[in-house]
């Protein structure tokens, strides 16, 4: 099936389950441990053995020589596999660092063996008797002074822009503001690490894993193993967690593939915590400059946004200008991403890759202009949102865009007229006290998305499609859209997802997920309900299906005398959503409290205002947006992966040292969703919000610390150490 237009009225309009609040299906087998995740399928594989990945201890050069010889002589010892003595595996579309390079180490903790043993403790034991030689190579580590020379990316055409003449605009306007802003390096750092059991039978080899993308993972494995990906099987229905981390294969997919090669016998590989930070991938730092002209009104005439960013390859980096030709007018604009070549571990996406460190500059930015305005924050943002057409490209159009009632609407829920304008100046006995806004943008893109469904004799309908559950709640969604397709009760759907046998999906990822899936599922299910019309003598898309039956002109059919029948389609999306930007938008505000003696912050409350289409599940959408949130607030006050310049890795890497927002930092946060529907996304009119969530609430709370104590950081995290100096007076 293809959309080919925009939506019209539909069975969607008048749903039953579809949008309504509705406890997510799999939450009983999580929370009484039996919903197996990767490295807990104990039964998929008869006499698994144990991996344990050995990373480089070095982030540039060459390994001159590995001693295995008594990592061989250890108890329980089945094989290693060592880069001195296999040669590299390929590489894929979808990663830049190497996965077991050979002697070449390209970054810190890169995989250069795996020892395969009986037991998870006697790998470990029998890896650290490896013996690594290395000779060390000159490596660039610091984007600072990469920055100057970085060229101008090439990915994509949004990633460098003019339009009008913004040098001469700017330097024209009577209002201007010129800062700079960093964002430093981050880490998904999820509770489930990468994991991966691996079996081959013969040539043929399957993996259970944890990954967000079936058929880019099955695609990838083809590629880095140099066989026919036909011959990989991909199997992912339980994910504790992925950020965008998970989105690619990683090394302990490889190197299980490779261990269990060498054992002859499936190999479970969970990756220990370490490497999760500098093997895996991460978010890249940035270094942004923000130029904005306007008029004494607070209408922008100039807007600039140049960005700074590095990776492994010198590519796709993190473009944090996305956002900046979305939320704002202003006829000239400047649009540059710069890319360095950096010899660090391998940049890729993570949550709103871009857009979250972009909110961090331009919003606060924003903020910084108002100020100079004398202009209320809101106002601001609204007297220059652009409503009607996207700046810079006047042949397309908005599909639906609500940004002035997400910042209206949020201001008179937060009580934004009771924000003090001058900073620095409320007081709760020892608390200063302040408000923040930020308003928020992420695309909302869709992609292809296939389903299979099946109706048992019984009248049960089974749903299979590779889609994946990264705790978002696909389970539940995919089964809403069936059951209010069949017109059958959702305990009559059971959804199977993660498996490179079913029909390809869109995947989890980039908030394309659920509005792609559920539309893949609801094209499945058109052809199902056209096969039962067919066996059953009516007209299936003129009839209405309700109750296990359908009727037409009177007359009514129970769709289980058509017997067991079995329909796969996919969702796929006309050419016409070219001529439109679909975007997903948001009016973030945060209230914080710092210690006047100790600089000491939190955040009271925090408050998302969303527009974002058809809201499927407002039940599991709330919970993604506040846990983007939570995300956003762990982005603005504490994460930051400490890069030693000296020998080029993360010093961080674990999770004492890497710190991420507990309970104790988010005690109140409030989600409300516009009632707005998009009809050029999907036949259901939603567009997603698993990304918007973490868009923007980071400069609300950067804004609100500015607004309690009168001191602006512009380097994120913003960590007592940058303000203690600097806060009032006590006495």
Same mark, same amino acid.
């Given at each position: 099936?293809?959309?080919?237009?925009?939506?019209?009225?539909?069975?969607?309009?008048?749903?039953?389950?579809?949008?309504?609040s509705t406890p997510r299906i799999d939450g009983p087998l999580k929370v009484s441990g039996r919903a197996p995740y990767a490295a807990e399928r104990h039964?998929?594989?008869?006499?698994?053995?144990?991996?344990?990945?050995?990373?480089?201890?070095?982030?540039?050069?060459?390994?001159?020589?590995?001693?295995?010889?008594?990592?061989?002589?250890?108890?329980?010892?089945?094989?290693?596999?060592?880069?001195?003595?296999?040669?590299?595996?390929?590489?894929?579309?979808?990663?830049?660092?190497?996965?077991?390079?050979?002697?070449?180490?390209?970054?810190?903790?890169?995989?250069?063996?795996?020892?395969?043993?009986?037991?998870?403790?006697?790998?470990?034991?029998?890896?650290?008797?490896?013996?690594?030689?290395?000779?060390?190579?000159?490596?660039?580590?610091?984007?600072?002074?990469?920055?100057?020379?970085?060229?101008?990316?090439?990915?994509?055409?949004?990633?460098?822009?003019?339009?009008?003449?913004?040098?001469?605009?700017?330097?024209?306007?009577?209002?201007?503001?010129?800062?700079?802003?960093?964002?430093?390096?981050?880490?998904?750092?999820?509770?489930?690490?990468?994991?991966?059991?691996?079996?081959?039978?013969?040539?043929?080899?399957?993996?259970?894993?944890?990954?967000?993308?079936?058929?880019?993972?099955?695609?990838?494995?083809?590629?880095?193993?140099?066989?026919?990906?036909?011959?990989?099987?991909?199997?992912?229905?339980?994910?504790?967690?992925?950020?965008?981390?998970?989105?690619?294969?990683?090394?302990?997919?490889?190197?299980?593939?490779?261990?269990?090669?060498?054992?002859?016998?499936?190999?479970?590989?969970?990756?220990?915590?370490?490497?999760?930070?500098?093997?895996?991938?991460?978010?890249?730092?940035?270094?942004?400059?923000?130029?904005?002209?306007?008029?004494?009104?607070?209408?922008?005439?100039?807007?600039?946004?140049?960005?700074?960013?590095?990776?492994?390859?010198?590519?796709?980096?993190?473009?944090?200008?996305?956002?900046?030709?979305?939320?704002?007018?202003?006829?000239?604009?400047?649009?540059?991403?710069?890319?360095?070549?950096?010899?660090?571990?391998?940049?890729?996406?993570?949550?709103?890759?871009?857009?979250?460190?972009?909110?961090?500059?331009?919003?606060?930015?924003?903020?910084?202009?108002?100020?100079?305005?004398?202009?209320?924050?809101?106002?601001?943002?609204?007297?220059?949102?652009?409503?009607?057409?996207?700046?810079?490209?006047?042949?397309?159009?908005?599909?639906?865009?609500?940004?002035?009632?997400?910042?209206?609407?949020?201001?008179?829920?937060?009580?934004?007229?009771?924000?003090?304008?001058?900073?620095?100046?409320?007081?709760?006995?020892?608390?200063?006290?302040?408000?923040?806004?930020?308003?928020?943008?992420?695309?909302?893109?869709?992609?292809?998305?296939?389903?299979?469904?099946?109706?048992?004799?019984?009248?049960?309908?089974?749903?299979?499609?590779?889609?994946?559950?990264?705790?978002?709640?696909?389970?539940?969604? +995919? !089964?809403?859209?069936? @059951?209010?397709?069949?017109?059958? *009760? %959702?305990? /009559?759907?059971?959804?199977?997802? $993660?498996?490179?046998?079913?029909?390809?999906?869109?995947?989890?990822?980039?908030?394309?997920?659920?509005?792609s899936s559920t539309a893949g599922v609801y094209a499945a299910c058109v052809a199902l309900r056209r096969m039962i019309g067919e066996k059953l003598g009516?007209?299936?898309?003129?009839?209405?299906?309700?109750?296990?039956?359908?009727?037409?002109?009177?007359?009514?059919?129970?769709?289980?005398?058509?017997?067991?029948?079995?329909?796969?389609?996919?969702?796929?999306?006309?050419?016409?959503?070219?001529?439109?930007?679909?975007?997903?938008y948001a009016g973030h505000f945060a209230e914080v409290k710092v210690d006047a003696y100790t600089g000491e912050t939190h955040i009271t409350r925090m +408050? !998302?205002?969303?527009? @974002?289409?058809?809201?499927?599940? *407002? %039940?599991? /959408?709330?919970?993604?947006?506040? $846990?983007?949130?939570?995300?956003?607030?762990?982005?603005?006050?504490?994460?930051?992966?400490?890069?030693?310049?000296?020998?080029?890795?993360?010093?961080?890497?674990?999770?004492?040292?890497?710190?991420?927002?507990?309970?104790?930092?988010?005690?109140?946060?409030?989600?409300?969703?516009?009632?707005?529907?998009?009809?050029?996304?999907?036949?259901?009119?939603?567009?997603?919000?698993?990304?918007?969530?973490?868009?923007?609430?980071?400069?609300?709370?950067?804004?609100?610390?500015?607004?309690?104590?009168?001191?602006?950081?512009?380097?994120?995290?913003?960590?007592?150490?940058?303000?203690?100096?600097?806060?009032?007076?006590?006495?």
């Amino acid at each position: 099936m293809e959309f080919n237009a925009p939506a019209g009225e539909n069975l969607f309009d008048r749903a039953k389950i579809v949008g309504k609040s509705t406890p997510r299906i799999d939450g009983p087998l999580k929370v009484s441990g039996r919903a197996p995740y990767a490295a807990e399928r104990h039964d998929v594989a008869a006499n698994q053995a144990y991996g344990w990945i050995v990373g480089a201890g070095i982030a540039k050069g060459r390994i001159r020589s590995m001693d295995l010889s008594e990592a061989r002589r250890a108890p329980g010892v089945l094989a290693i596999v060592a880069a001195t003595e296999h040669e590299p595996v390929g590489s894929s579309d979808y990663n830049f660092a190497p996965l077991f390079g050979g002697r070449e180490v390209s970054h810190y903790h890169q995989a250069i063996a795996v020892v395969v043993a009986e037991t998870f403790e006697q790998a470990r034991a029998a890896a650290g008797l490896i013996r690594t030689s290395y000779a060390n190579g000159e490596g660039a580590f610091d984007l600072k002074k990469a920055a100057p020379g970085a060229p101008l990316a090439s990915d994509r055409p949004s990633d460098s822009a003019k339009i009008g003449d913004f040098d001469a605009a700017f330097a024209a306007a009577p209002v201007k503001l010129d800062e700079r802003y960093t964002t430093p390096d981050e880490a998904h750092a999820m509770m489930e690490p990468f994991a991966t059991i691996a079996a081959w039978d013969g040539p043929k080899l399957t993996v259970w894993t944890s990954n967000q993308m079936i058929e880019w993972s099955r695609q990838a494995l083809g590629s880095i193993l140099k066989m026919d990906a036909d011959d990989i099987r991909v199997d992912s229905p339980y994910i504790g967690g992925g950020f965008g981390g998970k989105l690619f294969v990683r090394s302990d997919a490889v190197m299980a593939a490779l261990g269990a090669k060498a054992a002859k016998r499936p190999v479970k590989i969970a990756m220990q915590r370490p490497l999760m930070f500098n093997n895996a991938t991460h978010r890249h730092a940035t270094m942004q400059r923000l130029r904005i002209g306007a008029e004494r009104d607070g209408r922008i005439v100039a807007i600039g946004h140049e960005n700074w960013s590095g990776n492994i390859t010198g590519e796709a980096g993190e473009n944090a200008t996305l956002q900046t030709p979305k939320l704002y007018s202003g006829a000239n604009r400047l649009i540059a991403n710069h890319i360095a070549q950096l010899d660090l571990p391998e940049g890729n996406a993570m949550r709103a890759p871009g857009e979250l460190p972009g909110h961090l500059a331009l919003e606060v930015a924003m903020d910084e202009l108002a100020e100079k305005l004398g202009m209320d924050p809101v106002e601001l943002r609204i007297v220059n949102d652009a409503q009607g057409m996207v700046p810079g490209e006047p042949d397309t159009k908005l599909s639906d865009r609500n940004l002035t009632r997400c910042l209206r609407e949020g201001a008179a829920m937060f009580g934004w007229s009771k924000r003090e304008a001058r900073p620095g100046q409320s007081r709760k006995g020892r608390w200063l006290t302040g408000m923040g806004v930020a308003a928020g943008y992420r695309a909302a893109p869709t992609m292809k998305s296939g389903a299979r469904v099946r109706l048992t004799d019984r009248g049960q309908l089974v749903v299979a499609t590779d889609m994946t559950d990264i705790g978002t709640g696909t389970y539940t969604i +995919l !089964a809403q859209t069936a @059951a209010e397709t069949m017109g059958l *009760p %959702l305990d /009559a759907v059971r959804v199977e997802l $993660g498996d490179s046998a079913f029909p390809v999906s869109a995947g989890s990822g980039g908030q394309w997920g659920a509005a792609s899936s559920t539309a893949g599922v609801y094209a499945a299910c058109v052809a199902l309900r056209r096969m039962i019309g067919e066996k059953l003598g009516f007209d299936a898309d003129a009839a209405t299906f309700d109750g296990g039956r359908a009727m037409l002109g009177g007359e009514s059919w129970s769709i289980r005398d058509a017997g067991a029948l079995t329909a796969e389609d996919s969702m796929s999306f006309g050419a016409f959503k070219k001529d439109y930007d679909v975007g997903t938008y948001a009016g973030h505000f945060a209230e914080v409290k710092v210690d006047a003696y100790t600089g000491e912050t939190h955040i009271t409350r925090m +408050l !998302a205002v969303c527009d @974002a289409g058809r809201i499927l599940n *407002p %039940l599991s /959408a709330r919970s993604q947006v506040i $846990g983007g949130m939570v995300m956003a607030a762990g982005a603005a006050l504490t994460e930051d992966l400490h890069v030693d310049k000296r020998f080029g890795f993360f010093a961080n890497h674990d999770l004492a040292g890497y710190e991420v927002p507990v309970h104790a930092d988010i005690p109140h946060q409030e989600c409300v969703f516009l009632d707005t529907l998009d009809p050029v996304s999907t036949p259901l009119k939603a567009k997603g919000v698993g990304e918007l969530g973490i868009c923007g609430p980071g400069a609300a709370v950067a804004n609100a610390i500015y607004n309690a104590t009168g001191i602006r950081v512009r380097d994120y995290p913003l960590t007592l150490d940058k303000y203690l100096d600097r806060l009032p007076a006590i006495a």
